[in-house]
């Protein structure tokens, strides 16, 4: 009897051990090739392939090496690293978050400058919602896995045990960096499978059936004042970094939805406000590509009334270095004063032919099928 309980105590040793040691294997396996950059740069024999900006942004801040951090939501994804790098004489990391929000945008830049690396370039693309949206940052309340972002050592079993970690994401990252032509300088690019066409933009443009009055100019005050403070502080606690902001070029269904919004004057109010703010700064430049009627009334260069090929990307990057469309504090009025008169010739003419050739498709009033 005493016998047989002996053999029942080794065993049960045995199998801890063997548990212990199948887990330590696992969690070694997860933290050698960490695919979301977690614990370390990718390593010398494999790329660093960045699809998943949730997952690996956060990680590729805190490790990589770089000197310049191209700054944005989506609408930046599809600019080429090398681009800014051989423009700039740099070496770029994308700090990305869809929408853009200033605080999100904010927090990838407080990594960034803690990680070690001496920061001589920021390009920040201003998106016009960021400057009305909260400046509270978002990763938590929009289901990020936060084991990645925060400092807490005890949940990473979230990442170590993660089998869609292990049988996915780790083949993944050997398959692209090995029997692949994967362009590391491509990071998070999204447009490879995608069509840019005014049939594209049009059909995934829902205009609004009403057109609301214009909201005073300064109905997103108390936003707009919380995002310049936290954008503003960036420039000021970084005198040695040079920063390049820019207003991208969204496409005339933008200026015509916001229009019909009633939001179009408070977003021209909000630039105004947050250029002035930057350009108080002997670190800071400011460039406004939304006033160009050879892009942006072209349909032909957009996926939706946002998103843009990235041949408009190359474009105001050339654009930036050259000093053309870059606002001053004698100018920035005047230009932007410029884009809300021009909003009034894409409602009263240039949208006209798509309204006469019935191309828009719009919201359905609520209720209503």
Known sequence: ?????????????????????????????????????????????????????????????????????????????????????????????????????????????????????????VFYNIDPSSLSASSETTYKSTGCPMYLYDHNPFNDVMYLFNKGVIFEKIPYLIVNSLFTDYDESLSYNWAKWKTFNQANALGLYNRTLEVSEMMDEKAYEEELLANIDLLTRQVENHPDTQFHFFFPAYSMLWWDGIYRTGERDAYIYNEKQMVKALLSYDNAEVFCFQNEPMVITNLENYLDSIHFSPEINKLMLDQMVRGEYRLTTENYEEELDKMKDFTEKIVNELIKPYEEQDLLTYEQPPGEE
């Open 1 to 121: 009897m005493e016998n047989t309980k002996t053999k029942d105590i080794t065993f049960i040793k045995k199998f801890l051990i063997s548990v212990a040691v199948l887990l330590l294997l696992i969690a070694g396996l997860v933290i050698i090739f960490d695919p979301f950059y977690h614990y370390h740069k990718p390593l010398p024999f494999l790329k660093a392939v960045l699809n998943d900006k949730e997952y690996q942004c956060v990680g590729t801040l805190r490790h990589f090496d770089y000197d310049a951090v191209l700054v944005g939501s989506s609408v930046v994804e599809n600019n080429d690293n090398d681009w800014y790098n051989e423009a700039y004489n740099c070496n770029t990391i994308k700090a990305v978050r869809s929408y853009g929000a200033t605080a999100d945008l904010c927090y990838l830049l407080d990594e960034a400058f803690s990680s070690g690396n001496k920061i001589d370039h």
